[in-house]
DNA sequence: ACTATAATCTGAAACGTTGCAGTATTTTCT
DNA sequence: AGAAAATACTGCAACGTTTCAGATTATAGT
């Protein structure tokens, strides 16, 4: 029964006194070689080594439980020697598992560094789990569900990763509609159905406010992500109970948000500056509009970091080298990306959502 | 022979005037229907739909020669009415053809936004293409061939483009020895052999060197690419170039180059700016080492603009914008990730790759 | 000794596609 | 009219994988 360390050609011989030819030849034929260069092993190729079945190959390397333990062992020695991977595409013919996940990003997230740090994140976790990453941005003239509908309908990926979530978003109902798994950057209303990452927006305000206040600032502004994205009420929430908590007076420029033009964000700051009661105190949503505000502040003859202190929020380090007089409190993209794909491929094994969701707390 | 505008369901039943049931009948069975839900059309959806044999329609999908145009336009009108996509699996399975283009990055490239605009200058040229991108980032510490390895050996992609080009690109070379199709951003030294798209950092340089010459600067240093990759000859060559011609001073760091941590970048330059001999303009490899440069600057008390002038290059609109003070010039990724995508494709269909090498030359 | 049971292994079929080697039918040529 | 050639269509097989329903042998139970 246990045969280790001895070299088994063909285990069904030793039974076999009389064996004849027929039971000596490999069941399986040898794999025909192309040109001259080895062509990349196949189930078959395992097979004819083996002297097993194609099915017992198969199903060894899968950890099939009617599968002898030598034979998986010898199995996966030859499997490993001559560098077997599956063919993909035969996999994914046969299973309909794709082994991909869609990462689908709108274009607005040029957000210094957010694709690239969620790529990264996700790509770090993708990596030693056989799962490919494929990328694809979307106009934000377009219809969002195009890309969401495109991957569902042509089965093109196992999961998807959503960012910039609305509150009601379509494209998550679409995709929960179809028991399609996603996963999203941002909560969204619907409760504990999916996993998520999400920044706490309220505590990030929150923050901004008290670091504001202990600066001793009193009257101050918020730069507000528009309001159709469900992170922006947490943001509002948060610089309101601040505000009120420590009594402090709310000049407003809600009408400006950050994905306003930088040209309107510059010009609307500025004007702001030069106003009677301008703030001493803002709190900007992104980092764009922080360093397009700093200039702002600036050209109106005034300096950030004594006349008026600016709070945002960012990934990359280098905005503290470029702006050190601006605070920043951090909020990881990569950390964000990371989780996002685990929690997918957790959610694709069938994992429910209510465990995937991480609320990420700043400072 | 012209039968336009005539709704035939068989076209065979016409010569067939005692035609038994057999011939009526389809020559394909219904496609299975699983659940409720309609399940994905395929070829053979169709074929039961049109009377027609699977191959038929599938060569009149593929535009076979051997195919009456009659037909080919009904199929294609079946195909479009029921929303008929290719089984990726099954084509890849069949032909070898994946229809995907691998992006391989260096993590290094987080420089503002590369990796962000490449990803999308290459969506942007794939969108109506039918090829996926899949991206990979790859560590610097590990060894820069593995990913491109895993591609060839896995045969996951029709083509790859890279990106942080050295001269003697052991990645570009393992690709080109195995005939798999790359497109690089960035030259390498092995000739017209392989479609690249570059930006002319000789002329970068010294245009550079023009604008701190007609700004009166005369003591000039030149922040460069670590020297492996070969872009940093370009620019050194265009620097010296220039700095010879107008007779002015090149006061050397060029210990320093644009990979080196940001903290030691800073304290260099600072150091410089308290030294007797200090530069009066810097030209910056990157916009990282310029914003850098620019801090350092100013907390030795000197003022960017006035007292020194920096110049750098750049995709992003935004760092104009935080610094107007500094001189960018710009260098646009996207179009760079653009045409390596369309020029990969090209190549992948068996074009030369000599027509496509593209030099984007600043101003 | 004879049968149920467990333990291993197996071929056939199928996923959706395309290249090949045909088969009918019609048209053209002599 | 008869042969040759062109036109339009088609089965079959194969790509690499896994599921299904056995098949074979050894083991245990009576």
Known sequence: MCNAGRIIVNNKAESMAMADDETRAPRVDAPVLDGHRPTRPTL?????M????ITTVSRALNDAPDIGADTKKRVRLVADQIGYRPNRAGVRLRTGKTNVISLILSLDEEILGLTTQMVL?????????????????????KDPLDPVRYVVETESADGIILSSTRENDPRVQYLLDRGFPVATHGRTGLG?????????????ARIGVEQLHARGRTRISL?????TY?????????????????ELLEIP???????????????EIERLMHSKHRPDGIICGNVS??????????????????????????????IRRVRPEIFVINEDFRKAGNFLARALIETIAGKSAAELQFLDVPE
């Open 44 to 48: 078959k190729t395992i097979a004819y």
């Open 50 to 53: 083996t002297g097993l079945g």
């Open 121 to 141: 994140g996700v790509s770090e976790a993708l990596a030693d789990t056989g799962y490919h990453l494929i990328v694809t941005p979307y106009d934000r003239i």
């Open 192 to 204: 504990p159905v999916h996993p998520y990452f999400d920044f706490d927006n309220e505590t990030f």
């Open 223 to 227: 730069i507000a992500p528009p309001s």
């Open 230 to 246: 469900f992170y922006s009420q947490h943001m509002i929430k948060g610089f309101v109970d601040a505000m009120e908590k420590f």
């Open 253 to 267: 420029i809600r009408s400006l948000t950050i994905d306003d033009p930088l040209d309107t964000i510059h010009s």
């Open 289 to 318: 509009s922080a360093l397009t505000a700093a200039v702002a502040i600036e050209n109106a003859g005034l300096k950030v970091g004594v006349d008026v202190d600016l709070v945002t929020k960012h990934s990359a380090e280098l």
